[in-house]
């Protein structure tokens, strides 16, 4: 999955287009109850942080309100 993500980020890197990338963070409230739910989560988490790393600008919305974190 994670190659899977890179080879995105390689190719969005290659491009002379403006992309948005929207994702839901998952896991920073409750932890789920069930094996596959926390493997489904802690994938999600990583690929969110190799997105982060490599963006020029980050924002998390709180409450409907953007906080930039990056950029």
Known sequence: MQDQVKLLIREIKNSDLY????TNEVGMS???DNR???????????INQL?????????????GIPVKIKG
């Open 19 to 22: 992309f948005v990338i929207v």
């Open 30 to 32: 409750i932890v789920a």
């Open 36 to 46: 596959l739910s926390r493997i489904y989560t802690d994938i999600l988490g990583r």
């Open 51 to 63: 997105i982060a790393k490599e963006s020029d600008t980050v924002y998390l919305l709180v409450s």
